[in-house]
């Protein structure tokens, strides 16, 4: 028998714990790091509320504010977009359809949690942008809309799960005592379980729109990657798919490779700041329900 | 002349800024069974949970001194004490293995011989009667065991390290009568082998198979002594007030 | 009163309609268009023709995804599942414990593309890494540490406090009752966030476009060799024109991939006690 050594174990764990706590350090202090000289030569004036970026011109002006509009416009349309729809399905699944069928029909929904982004990117360009083409008479299907709908498909699983668990714990908790006061299936669930689940669904929704905001691959590739100001039916550029696009061509240490890196600490900010609100909103809501 | 096991100086508890023990001083006599009796929330459990030290475990803070054997515990090393004193749980815990591998896992770590595992499962199987129930089935899951069963296997798991005390959580308040009962008749054979320490909230348990009694409340021993003359004689007013109380 | 009934009703239905058969079309579509591209020489081949991927398969994205992903799990699992232990079982600092779990969450909710950017600054320019096997995998590490380490924390939280405890009062030290008892019990959950770690990993596009995966390269025989990844071949296809049917096909064998992996682990996971 081999003599087990506690300390070993106790050594080799702490380290493991070091390691990872380096490392996501060291991508803060790069990303702090790097984006500090933009921020030391351009104002933030400027660059928050400016009108263009173009980086490359002789003239060069940095602004992120199209692009953070841009951003945020999907964002919210996905969410817009996904809200009637997640709760809806997430009620249908808990009330509506057999046990064993909304199980496997939320394993699939799950699923698409691990399709990568590039493929739903590749799925919004040849379906949707393509029917936005044929059938919309438009130019170009690339836009804004069809950014949202793409979106918002990929943030069933993170809308549908949540809400479905939380309902799922509602119906445990206070169907059967609302059933037996005669009033109907419909009535309970719209007054009692949406009252109930409020608080957890605005959550969820918060913690999709985060998800919305840093996702590049699917967004980028169907919204056309126009540094202009947003409009619904054309082209825009997000935060992320500015990153991708330009991080290759800039030039390392240049003025434009760190406005790059201000790009991805503006992001996180606002994830921060989402974040944030959906911790708080949590706190008050697990007081109200215990 | 008695022989004292165990001896608590001034042992007070705390959790945070809250106090659950103050000052506990108490002896225990070897080969006995003692049962600390009193109401819920009067740091029984926590009075036991902290004689092999698991009370840190939960968060719990130990002044004082508690000698096993003329050492003081705080002196030991961890391993060392929990290996004499054993504890068994309110609710059953067993392991999510087989009932073998649930009996070996200590016995295996300490270093035991290969070809001693065997014996030493029967052996301490055979203490708690669980053996005859099991022996052909030594390989199945003990997660499928009857309640009574695997609080039995849990106490049976304690023995397997050899300890000198056995400290008992309520260990039947989630067994039926027919459990308890087997439980307390091993409980008194195997105070021949082993000194008893165990918590209750039934009197009649304590009557039942208790040597001495401890009465405590609000996180201290109100009275103490041998059962008989506690239950029939008690001195302290309070003690007389529970045990009036529960008998009704 | 009735008709607020109706329209609940109605917006239930129809909603949980329209989320179920868009769900399953997306599968369908990919199996559909994917299943008439995806023949043995698609799988085992590498890419072809002028321009490049236009014929041919697609052998060294699947290996290179696939080393890259198990690799990048193999390192960021490790760790992750040290990291989460610490946390569970050793940090004594609650302070410490807080500021380290704020960390980890703060990491896990940004883009993959600013790990990208990281990956891109330290090991590229940096370090003067070529874009190789090795740089992706490590940009990936980073991606999945904190995805994993909390999906692993959670798990290692889930299994009963009183069985650990119980262990201890046996004598037994706390890395032998984690190693025998609390891993073992927690390995399903263990496993399922590992899979799902490596999905992620193998799935992400952004952080490997500027820090390793190429347009054509060989099945890598080293660390240090360049590597061809799924999604980015997938990307190039497609955002190029190069070729929209072997693009179904690409999706197809990524996708299975995926699906496969994340099958595999909860199967290791599911194993009863050895």
């Not at chain 3, 600092?93 to 980890?104: E, G, P, S, V």
């Not at chain 3, 590597?227 to 997938?234: E, G, Q, S, W």
């Amino acid at each position: 028998m081999k003599k087990y050594n506690e300390n070993i174990f106790r050594i080799v764990i702490t380290i493991g714990a070091i390691l990872s706590s380096i490392l996501v350090l060291l991508v803060f202090f790069y990303i702090l790091n790097e984006s500090l000289p933009f921020l030391k030569k351009v104002c933030w004036k400027e660059f928050l509320l400016g009108g263009t970026w173009s980086p490359l011109s002789s003239n060069p002006s940095f602004s992120f504010l199209p692009m953070i509009l841009g951003t945020l416009y999907v964002s919210f349309l996905a969410i817009a977009i996904v809200m009637p729809l997640g709760i809806g399905c997430a009620f249908f699944l808990s009330f509506l359809v057999k046990k064993s069928h909304s199980k496997v029909i939320l394993s699939f929904i799950d699923m698409l949690a691990g399709i990568p982004s590039v493929i739903f990117g590749f799925f919004g360009l040849v379906v949707l942008v393509k029917f936005m083409e044929q059938n919309l008479d438009m130019v170009t299907g690339e836009s804004v809309l069809v950014g949202g709908i793409l979106l918002s498909v990929m943030l069933f699983p993170y809308v549908i799960t949540g809400c479905a668990e939380t309902l799922e714990k509602g119906k445990e908790k206070y169907y059967i005592a609302s059933q037996s006061l005669g009033v109907s299936k419909w009535y309970t669930m719209r007054v009692i379980m949406l009252s109930y689940a409020a608080n957890s669904i605005f959550v969820n929704l918060l913690l999709a729109f985060s998800r919305a905001v840093g996702e590049t691959m699917a967004v980028m590739m169907v919204m056309g990657n126009s540094p202009i100001f947003p409009r619904l039916l054309g082209r825009a550029e997000t935060i992320p798919s500015l990153i991708a696009l330009e991080m290759g061509t800039a030039t390392y240490k240049s003025i434009h490779y760190s406005a790059l890196y201000t790009a991805g600490l503006i992001l996180i900010v606002i994830i921060l700041i989402i974040q944030f609100i959906a911790y708080k909103v949590n706190k008050m809501g697990s007081r109200r329900f215990k | 002349m008695k022989e004292i096991v165990l001896k608590t100086e001034d042992l007070c508890v705390s959790y945070g800024q809250k106090k659950i023990l103050k000052k506990i001083n108490t002896l225990f006599e070897k080969n006995k069974i003692t049962a600390i009796i009193g109401p819920s929330g009067c740091g029984k459990s926590t009075f036991l949970k902290s004689l092999n030290r698991t009370v840190e475990e939960y968060g719990g803070n130990m002044e004082g001194k508690i000698h096993l054997n003329n050492v003081n515990i705080m002196d030991m090393p961890l391993q060392n004490l929990r290996k004499s004193v054993g504890m068994v749980f309110q609710l059953p815990i067993v392991f999510p293995f087989s009932i073998y591998n649930n009996m070996i896992y200590a016995p295996k770590y300490f270093g035991e011989k290969k070809e001693k595992l065997n014996d030493i499962v029967i052996k301490n199987l055979k203490k708690t009667g669980l053996y005859d129930e099991v022996k052909d089935n030594l390989k199945m899951m003990a997660t499928k065991l009857s309640g009574g069963q695997q609080q039995r296997l849990a106490i049976a798991r304690c023995l397997t390290v050899n300890p000198e005390i056995i400290l008992l959580d309520e260990p039947c308040s989630a067994l039926d009568i027919k459990n308890t009962a087997n439980i307390e008749n091993m409980l008194l054979e195997l105070k021949n082998e082993y000194t008893i320490i165990i918590v209750t909230h039934n009197l009649s348990q304590a009557k039942r198979i208790a040597d001495n009694v401890i009465f405590m409340d609000e996180g201290q021993i109100i009275e103490e002594g041998n059962q008989n003359e506690m239950f029939d004689n008690p001195v302290n007013v309070r003690t007389k007030e529970y045990l009036m109380y529960m008998r009704n | 009163m009735k008709i607020k009934d109706i329209i609940f009703k109605s917006w239930i239905y129809i909603s949980g309609i329209i989320v179920v058969v868009v769900t399953f079309g997306v599968f369908l579509y990919f199996l559909y268009k994917g299943i008439k591209v995806v023949t043995l020489e698609f799988i085992l081949e590498a890419p072809g023709g002028m321009p490049l991927g236009t014929e041919g398969g697609v052998f060294p994205a699947i290996m290179g995804s696939l080393m890259s992903g198990l690799l990048s799990g193999l390192i960021g699992g490790l760790l992750g599942l040290c990291t989460s232990i610490y946390l569970v079982f050793y940090c004594n600092n609650k302070k410490n414990q807080k500021y380290m779990l704020h960390a980890l969450q703060l990491l896990a909710g940004i883009p993959s593309v600013i790990i990208g950017l990281f990956g891109y600054t330290v090991l590229i320019v940096g370090l003067g890494l070529n874009k190789s096997l090795i740089s992706v995998t490590l940009t990936l590490t980073v991606m999945i540490i904190p995805f994993i380490a909390l999906r692993m924390k959670k798990a290692l939280e889930e299994t009963s406090k009183d069985q650990f405890i119980c262990s201890l009062s046996l004598g037994i030290p706390k890395g032998y009752t984690i190693i025998h008892l609390v891993i073992p019990n927690a390995l399903k959950y263990i496993m399922t966030s590992l899979g799902l770690g490596i999905v992620f990993a193998m799935g992400a596009t952004a952080p490997i476009m500027f820090t390793g995966a190429v347009i054509i390269a060989g099945v890598p025989n080293k660390l240090t060799d360049p590597i061809m990844a799924l999604p980015y071949h997938l990307y190039v296809l497609v955002n190029e024109g190069i070729s929209i049917e072997m693009a179904y096909g690409t999706a197809f064998v990524l996708i299975v991939l995926v699906l496969l992996i994340n099958l595999i682990c909860h199967f290791i996971g599911n194993f009863e006690d050895v």
